[in-house]
């Protein structure tokens, strides 16, 4: 079975942390579980996950502060952990930087699904990722999943990259909150399209500086990308 990296689980319940590990192992996963908030830090820093599963209520440091606290550190994928119909906390989680969130009591074949997704979305693979998107004071380069505006590079997560990269391949398009969610989070999520407004927001807030708005709402319909008339192309 080959290697899919390492996941770094950090809930207090240990039967969460016994389903992952099962069920991540028998997919590939190197799963590492640590039931205290205020030890995930460390564990961050010497097992250096390519993914991290953090629930909300956690003794110690809560896993809303860490989230922010691993977005300053590093952009590996997280996913939080919240309690079924607590929406506040999940779009809380969201707007802290998480790419994505599963309720509980969840599924375990769901969550490694989403493990798989969202690592699909970080590993740039094919002739795509060798472009670069150029704007006015906006430039995307899929090679090394990197944003730059005004020549400056800004920090997006690994969700908020995927979702400008792909609006940004089909300037002017316009794609329903369904179709983004297929397109970006993959058909296996299971999420709500609130979702797609929060990443939305976030990465407006991102691009404020540019005189443009490159991120349109077409009300009752959804999102697109609008480039300047005339300008914008795609280059090797």
């Known amino acids: 079975m080959p290697y899919l990296g390492k996941v770094l689980v950090v809930d207090d319940d240990q039967n969460v942390l016994e389903l992952v590990k099962l069920y991540g192992e028998r997919e590939g996963f190197e799963v590492v579980g640590v039931a205290h908030g205020d030890l995930a830090m460390a564990a961050f820093d010497r097992e250096n996950p390519?993914?991290?599963i953090l629930d909300i209520m956690l003794p110690g440091t809560d896993g809303l502060t860490l989230c922010r606290n691993l977005r300053a550190v590093r952009m590996v994928p997280i996913i939080m952990l919240t309690a079924k119909g607590e929406e506040a906390d999940r779009v809380l989680g969201l707007?802290?930087?998480a790419d994505d969130y599963v309720s509980k009591p969840f599924s375990p074949r769901e969550l490694?699904?989403?493990i798989k997704a969202v690592l699909r979305r970080t590993q740039p693979a094919g002739a795509a990722a060798n472009w670069k998107l150029k704007y006015p004071g906006l430039e995307i380069q899929a090679?090394?999943?990197?944003?730059?505006?005004n020549n400056e590079k800004i920090t997006l997560t690994p969700r908020e990259f995927d979702l400008l990269y792909y609006l940004s391949l089909h300037p002017r398009r316009v794609f329903t909150r369904e179709k983004l969610l297929a397109a970006v989070w993959g058909y296996d999520y299971f999420g709500d399209q609130r979702t797609v407004d929060v990443h939305i927001r976030r990465l407006r807030a991102k691009l404020a500086v540019l005189p443009h708005e490159y991120?349109?709402?077409?009300?009752?319909v959804g999102y697109q990308f609008t480039p300047p008339v005339g300008e914008g192309e795609a280059s090797r």
Request: cysteine-free.
């Open 215 to 220: 991120l349109a709402t077409v009300w009752g």
């Open 95 to 97: 707007e802290m930087g």
């Open 143 to 149: 090679d090394i999943r990197a944003v730059l505006v």
């Open 50 to 52: 390519d993914v991290v």
């Open 112 to 114: 490694v699904a989403r």
